[in-house]
């Protein structure tokens, strides 16, 4: 019997399990995966390279996150990152220069005059991303070049996001790198996490029910084991979530259920270095392309390896995501080593979510149940961990 079982080895569920376990609670968090991390996904190979399939950035503004990095002995561990440089991509050729002169190089002058007595006022309140942003560069400026700038962040498309929960403002702890990684990688968060006293971890443990029991919960796995808690947390996406939990909170599962997602396919992969000849980018974003953007490894540079991660839009087959990723970076198959592929579901907010998110939060108010994950207040790393650190708090209260 655990105090709390988590269902989810992300980077949710790996925080909520660092602030019970702090707490004094006996934690068993299931993994359906081979190894745990969600979006903290990355890729190591035997030479000692690694690289980002997930998530890759962290700022100094994480207050949450670091709060577990400390916890969890990392703090020596943060590894700086090179400024970022940003190219476009236009039908696979490398537009010339980079970053902000990059982007107002492609954006038609007359369009961007225009828009000029809009750019004074205006909340992002009630806005979606397509109708706040497109008021200061003009529609068609956002439809060519903008739109699919901001929907590389997400790795979908954003055009229909709240705007206010694209980017958020947050106090900067200035006693620490303003961006960075760790030393090998994201996903050490997680596995450092999860392995702190009192958490047990065990992956390849896909969940397929959820019952009440006199004493909380029990969760069934596909094998058939049954495990038992007096508290229990999904993280999980919200379809997932809904799936678990139609027999024990109803209510819950329809408000999640009402919940959009977006399906992502990554390919990513290590070259070694002289094979490649495009420059060195943090991101390259296509104007339009199979893929959403490319995200590599060169902001931690590596005399003999470069990484890259290749986000693309759902339905293409594995053979068409390989010719295209050897047709942009000029590579053929053979250069492709570390292969890894993934297939995820990211939340895909819309106008309403915080709303429903309300409704939900309201119905698991006094239920030994929580839910954390990025499909909450936000879709950082820190959103995450800020919703795990404060559903722990609500269930540490019901005794």
């Known amino acids: 019997m655990q105090d709390l079982i988590i269902v989810g080895g992300g980077i949710g569920g790996a925080s909520l399990a660092f602030h019970a376990a702090r707490a004094g609670a006996r934690v068993l968090v299931l993994e359906k995966d081979s190894e745990p991390g ?16 997930g998530a890759h950035t962290c700022y100094n503004s994480y207050g949450a996150f670091l709060e577990l990095l400390e916890g969890c002995e990392l703090m020596g561990e943060l590894q700086p990152r090179a400024k970022p440089v940003l190219r476009f991509l236009d039908d696979g050729r490398v537009l010339p220069g980079k970053n902000l002169g990059l982007l107002a190089s492609q954006f038609s002058k007359l369009e961007l005059f225009a828009s000029i007595p809009r750019w004074f006022g205006g909340s992002q309140e009630g806005q979606t991303v397509r109708s706040y942003y497109s008021r200061f560069v003009g529609a068609k400026n956002y439809e060519r070049v903008l739109g699919p700038m901001l929907s590389a962040v997400p790795s979908q498309t954003a055009d229909d996001f709240p705007a206010d929960m694209l980017f958020k403002k947050r106090e900067r702890r200035k006693d620490v790198l303003r961006s960075f990684t760790l030393k090998r990688g994201l996903q050490t968060a997680v596995e450092r996490a999860l392995a702190r006293p009192g958490v047990t971890l065990r992956t390849n443990a896909a969940a397929k029910g959820v019952e009440r029991s006199s004493r909380g919960f029990v969760v069934v796995l596909e094998s ?23 027999g024990v909170a109803p209510e819950v599962a329809a408000l ?7 399906e992502l396919d990554t390919l990513g992969f290590a070259v070694r270095a002289e094979r490649v000849h495009v420059p060195t980018a943090t991101f390259l974003i296509p104007l339009k392309d199979q893929f959403h953007s490319i995200v590599t490894r060169d902001v931690v540079p590596d005399p003999t390896w470069r990484g890259f991660a290749m986000h693309f839009r759902p339905g293409l087959a594995r053979e068409a995501r390989v010719r295209r990723a050897c047709e942009v970076l000029g590579l053929s198959p053979s250069d492709l080593e570390a292969v890894r592929e993934r297939r995820v579901r990211l939340p895909s907010p819309v106008l309403g979510h915080a709303d429903t998110v309300r409704a939900l939060d309201a119905r698991l108010a006094k239920l030994p149940l929580a839910l954390t994950g990025n499909w909450f207040g936000g879709l950082a790393i820190e959103d995450c961990v800020l919703r795990s650190r404060a559903e722990w708090q609500r269930l540490a209260t019901l005794g």
């Open 256 to 262: 999640a259920a009402q919940l959009k997602e977006a």
């Open 224 to 246: 058939g084991e049954r495990l038992e808690a007096a508290k229990l947390a999904l993280a999980l996406p919200p379809q997932a979530a809904a799936k678990l939990l139609g």
């Open 38 to 53: 969600g979006c903290l996904c990355t890729a190591r190979t035997d030479a000692g390279f690694w690289y980002e399939l």
